[in-house]
Nanobody
Framework: QVQLVESGGGLVQFGGSLRLSCAAS????????MGWYRQAPGKQREWVAR???????NYAISVKGRFTISRDNAKNTVYLQMNSLKPEDTAVYYC?????????WGQGTQVTVSS
């Protein structure tokens, strides 16, 4: 059974950048489209970005133009490059299939943006 492990989070100042990684224990091509999601304190988890097997991307309006999702099918890894970070981007970030599949939820990685 494929497991997804997120990494790369941390504390960053307003306007800074981070690159998140999501390493799969098996083939992400077999999963299909992949996505990043986030959950801020006291809020519901929300979708952030999606990448198809072929590399086409879609973004939530709140991150469009600042975040870039990508995937390396050979390395079974999905990335999220986050630039121009804002305090409202503070959340735990998760990767999953798109649409999300319950069994793929992992621990996530914490991103904290200070003002």
């Amino acid at each position: 059974q494929v497991q997804l492990v997120e990494s790369g989070g941390g504390l960053v100042q307003f306007g800074g950048s981070l690159r998140l990684s999501c390493a799969a224990s098996g083939s992400i091509v077999s999963i299909g489209d992949m996505g990043w999601y986030r959950q801020a304190p006291g809020k519901q988890r929300e979708w952030v970005a999606r990448v198809t097997v072929g590399g086409s991307t879609n973004y939530a309006i709140s991150v469009k133009g600042r975040f870039t999702i990508s995937r390396d099918n050979a390395k079974n890894t999905v990335y999220l490059q986050m630039n121009s970070l804002k305090p409202e981007d503070t959340a735990v970030y998760y990767c999953n299939a798109f649409p999300a599949i319950f069994r793929f939820w992992g621990q996530g990685t914490q991103v904290t943006v200070s003002s």
